[in-house]
């Protein structure tokens, strides 16, 4: 049983901590905002983001002090929204112990920059790759949070230190699997994320399950060209991070990203599906990032072409499935 520090109490970062406490964990939450803090502290819940647990469990608390959140943890676990990760680990640069591993349940990519999270991550805080983990697979926080049997995907460079992970977040409802291939998850989480934009909107404006299947099995065909490209290893498209992700988060109302573009797809404005959203759409920020990643990497990004189109320029949805369709005949 570790000592473990979430920074981020948002609907991810709140539901993790609770799988981690659950598995026996001493878990020390860190957010940003003082209601946050007082509303686990002393409620022993999140109302703010995330109100479908009543009680989060005992061995659960919360603090604002950045200092006292991370003096004694040996894992630390990042649940911010990609974009204010690198401002936000800044502060916490000279704070961590030396020895904690420290891993990231963000999906998105850094659009200043182009850099994926574990980039971000290991920049921020000056760590060796080693140290550096990331989660992701179908883990949509509310089911996660309701206790639902899932799965996920644990990934170092030192498959070790992953094991270590993973033993740490493994409860009766949530299954932990274990790779080396950091980049291949980080690929599949951001990228999954552009994919649910634009079947929810596909989906919003009303069109049926080929125009879905269609758009879920082109964007994979996306991200796992440009995965392998930056590195990743194909299989783990393929696995519960790409495909099982895709399926989880395309097919759902809970995801905000699906219910952002769902939002695009029934005439909303971005301003408006912006302020209709329910906590961070991180593919509207990534498209950009995966559009300029492709050009830089030599990979072609119809679909986040296409949805760089719709979010910037206000293309319709038939226009946005108009420049996936493209012109030519081509090999599968
Ligand atoms: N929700 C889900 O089902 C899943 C989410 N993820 C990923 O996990 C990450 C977090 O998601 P989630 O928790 O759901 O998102 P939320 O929108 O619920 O929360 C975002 C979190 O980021 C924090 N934050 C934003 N800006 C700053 C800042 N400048 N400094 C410090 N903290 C900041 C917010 O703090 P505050 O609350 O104080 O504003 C909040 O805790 C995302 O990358 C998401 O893609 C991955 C798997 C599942
Ligand atoms: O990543 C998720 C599920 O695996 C959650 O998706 P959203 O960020 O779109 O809610």
């Known amino acids: 049983m570790k000592n473990i520090t979430v920074l981020g109490a948002g609907a991810w970062g ?26 686990i502290h002393e409620h022993h819940r999140n109302s703010y983001r995330l109100p479908s647990v009543e009680q989060l469990p005992a061995n659960m608390d919360a603090t604002g002090d950045r200092a006292q959140a991370v003096a004694n943890a040996e894992i630390i676990v990042v649940a911010i929204a990609a974009q204010f990760a690198r401002v936000a680990l ?65 990934g170092c460079a030192d498959i070790a230190n992953a094991r270590i992970v993973a033993q740490a977040c493994e409860t009766k409802y949530f299954k932990p699997f274990v790779t080396t291939d950091v980049i291949g998850l980080e690929m599949c989480g951001s990228l999954k994320n552009v994919v649910a934009l634009a079947v929810g909107m596909a989906r919003g404006a009303g069109y049926g399950e080929n125009t879905a299947a269609m758009i879920e099995t082109r964007g994979l065909a996306e991200l796992t060209a440009l995965g392998k490209a930056a590195g990743a290893d194909p299989k783990t498209f393929a696995g519960l991070a790409g495909v099982g992700d895709l399926v989880a988060t395309c097919g759902s109302p809970l995801s905000r990203n699906y219910t952002f573009g769902a939002n695009l797809g029934k005439g909303l404005s971005v301003e408006e599906a912006t302020k209709a959203s329910n906590g961070v759409a991180e593919g509207v920020p990534t498209t950009d990032a995966v559009v300029a990643l492709g050009r830089q990497l030599g990979v072609p990004t119809p679909l986040a072409s296409a949805m760089s189109d719709v979010l910037g320029k206000g293309i319709s949805c038939a226009d946005m499935l108009g420049e996936l369709f493209g012109g030519d005949i081509t090999e599968e």
Request: net charge negative.
């Open 14 to 39: 709140t539901a993790f901590g609770q799988v981690l406490a659950d598995a026996g964990n001493t878990v020390t939450m860190w957010a940003i905002e003082p209601e946050i803090v007082t509303d």
């Open 90 to 154: 800044a502060e916490f640069k000279d704070l961590i112990p030396s020895t904690a591993l420290v891993v990231s349940l963000m999906k998105g990519i850094e659009r200043a920059t182009g850099k994926r999270m574990d980039q971000v991550v290991r920049e921020s805080l000056n760590l060796p790759e080693e140290r550096f983990v990331a989660i992701s697979g179908p883990n949509l926080s509310k089911q996660v949070a309701d206790r639902q049997p899932a799965a996920t995907v644990v």
